[in-house]
């Protein structure tokens, strides 16, 4: 199964408002950056065991360890939870730069030093979760 493929799978197992919210979401992130990677993340480790929520990754990041060691990764993740859905945004150093700049104005989300968090689009000024998307993008590239 292609990765356009597990994502839509993934898109389309949600219950109905988170459904359309990342429906809507996933082609706003691609209206971004048409031309980024894809990623698919299944949630399991090496031993088929779940160890996070699924997710979706776009773009494509250089993660450096402290031991020197490098990893290829995404820069922009989006994933169910519980409650809503998640958006990850890697690469930023600052750990403080999201909730500083975005915390205020994004609406009802919980922002930390990566990831922002809300229960559907509607609670939350999406243009604002959008320019977060967009440095975030920018940040790690």
């Not at 031991?67 to 690469?91: C, H, P, R, W």
């Not at 990566?114 to 604002?128: A, G, H, Q, R, V």
């Amino acid at each position: 199964m292609s990765i356009q493929e597990q994502i839509k799978d993934y898109i389309n197992s949600q219950p109905e408002r988170k459904r359309s919210d990342m429906q809507e979401l996933h082609h706003r992130i691609l209206s971004m950056m048409p031309d980024c990677k894809l990623w698919f993340l299944d949630g399991k480790n090496s031993e088929n065991k779940t160890v996070s929520n699924p997710n979706i990754g776009y773009g494509l990041h250089t993660i450096k360890y402290t031991d020197g060691t490098t990893k290829e990764f995404y820069q922009i993740g989006m994933s169910a939870n519980t409650t809503g859905i998640s958006v990850y945004i890697l690469g930023i150093n600052d750990k403080t730069f999201l909730a500083k700049t975005f915390g205020n104005k994004i609406g009802k989300a919980s922002v930390t030093g990566y990831c922002i968090k809300f229960k559907s689009l509607k609670d939350i000024n999406i243009e604002i979760l959008q320019e977060a998307i967009e440095y975030g993008f920018k940040a790690s590239s």
